[in-house]
């Protein structure tokens, strides 16, 4: 599993003997024979130096007092503010002093090679966002990894045990995203600079199709939780189980076949905890898919289908500390028009919508002519930030993305979701692909959408 153990699993293969026939497909049949066993030779030896298990670590779940009469805080505004380029898949960690910061990714389009990781950090004294700035791109990743480098994508944050912050991100060397891998760096000053990139090994097959999109978590042990996923041959989830280095140290199936994308994984207790998926199959109804373990992520349930209608979309959530779980997410089997807020009391067999963040599914389903669409976007962009001027440009931006053969439409996707360590709870999401929004409630404001 390891970078080290794949290698000498390889290279103590022994050599076949050279076949006699001319062509050469003898050899070739044992090269690819011995490559296999080459990587169950690996597998056997990871799984023979498996960690002890761990149990989950249970983070950012004390109680928040809230005030008797107090207001209802519920506020939002833009992330991201440059025009005229395609923004998608952002996430938020939490910082000291009650600062929060949130990465993304932005370029001409999804998978050009102008493609950047953009962050910026939401200060809750003053309620603004900074600046937006570049982590990473595709030349300072080449540079840093010393291989060919050919798109970056989704990046998700994360808090080691050690106290510093650990970004990792999707990079593409050859073909589409199932050729992906991950790069990881990590900074000691909550982001401000970072170290050089690396890779991550997650297989001792080319380490090739493992991306990144939902929240790592961590286990008692000091180790982490990183939900991954597949997208080569089969989609399917994973949990790799990282060292201090970011080393794989085990890694488990959360599915199998092609219907499982982006696993989010919602902790209940120090061993039991269940993870929501992202439905990617061609049978319906579509629905978000669920497991659960029993025994701290060493064994997961067969996957199964939830009451949560899901449009091939990426969801997120969390554990409330009364035990209730919270998704935010496209509830919806065709579109991602409409974001909304769904909790669950009961472990996940059951769920009500409690807020609708966005909707225009309504909207869409009338038609649009393109006066009346940009009108549409001004409008939305005004009612998240009084302040905004530019809501022209913001339009056009819109438009650019979203305009299709079939006609004018919105999306509102790739939420990230966190409760803060004061118990206030923080969702951004990707804004018609041309912005990312962020939209910031407090438990008061929860308490009375669960009523």
Not at 210 to 221: H, I, Q, R
Not at 234 to 249: H, W
Request: hydrophobic share 40%; glycine share 10%.
């Amino acid at each position: 599993m390891a970078r080290a153990r794949a290698r000498v699993a390889v290279e103590k293969t022994p050599l076949m003997a050279r076949p006699k026939n001319p062509d050469g497909r003898g050899a070739r049949h044992y090269a690819v024979l011995g490559l296999v066993l080459a990587g169950f030779g690996a597998g056997a030896v990871a799984i023979a130096r498996r960690p002890p298990p761990s149990p989950f670590l249970l983070a950012g779940r004390a109680p928040v007092a809230t005030p008797a009469g107090a207001s209802h805080d519920l506020r939002s505004d833009f992330v991201s503010t440059r025009l005229f380029v395609h923004t998608h898949a952002a996430c938020l960690v939490e910082l000291g002093g009650g600062k929060i910061r949130a990465f993304w990714y932005a370029g001409t389009d999804e998978g050009t090679q102008d493609v950047t990781i953009q962050t910026a950090v939401f200060d809750p004294a003053v309620g603004r966002w900074s600046a937006e700035k570049m982590v990473a791109s595709r030349e300072t990743t080449q540079r840093d990894l010393f291989r060919y480098v050919k798109k970056l994508g989704n990046p998700v944050a994360a808090r080691a045990a050690d106290g510093s912050l650990r970004l990792f991100y999707v990079t593409v060397s050859l073909g589409g995203w199932a050729g992906s891998s991950i790069t990881t760096m990590t900074s000691s000053d909550d982001g401000e600079t970072w170290s050089r990139a690396r890779r991550i090994v997650t297989s001792p097959f080319f380490n090739l199709s493992t991306l990144v999109k939902s929240p790592a978590f961590s286990y008692a042990d000091g180790t982490m939780g990183l939900p991954v996923h597949h997208e080569f041959l089969g989609k399917f989830g994973e949990l790799l189980r990282l060292d201090g280095s970011a080393s794989v140290v085990d890694k488990v199936r959360l599915s199998s076949g092609r219907d499982c994308l982006q696993p989010v994984v919602l902790i209940e207790d120090e061993n039991r905890a269940l993870v929501a998926m992202r439905y990617a199959g061609k049978t319906r109804p579509n629905r978000v898919m669920l497991t659960t373990t029993g025994n701290a992520g060493r064994d997961w349930t067969l996957p199964a289908r939830s009451p949560l209608a899901n449009s091939n979309a990426a969801l997120t959530g969390l554990v409330l500390p009364n035990g209730k779980l919270l998704l935010a997410l496209n509830n919806s089997e065709d579109d991602r028009n409409a974001l909304t807020l769904a909790v669950s009391s009961d472990g996940g067999t059951s769920w009500k919508t409690i807020y609708h963040v966005e909707d225009q599914s309504r909207a869409e389903a009338q038609g649009l002519n393109e006066g009346r669409y940009l009108a549409a976007i001004g409008k939305l962009a005004r009612e998240t930030n009084a302040a905004v001027t530019d809501t022209g440009g913001m339009a056009e931006s819109v438009k650019r993305q979203m305009f299709s053969k079939h006609g004018y439409s919105f999306e509102f996707s790739y939420p990230s979701l966190i409760r803060t360590s004061g118990g206030d709870f923080h969702l951004i999401y990707t804004w018609n692909e041309a912005f990312i929004k962020h939209v910031q409630f407090d438990q008061a404001q929860l308490d009375e959408w669960l009523k």
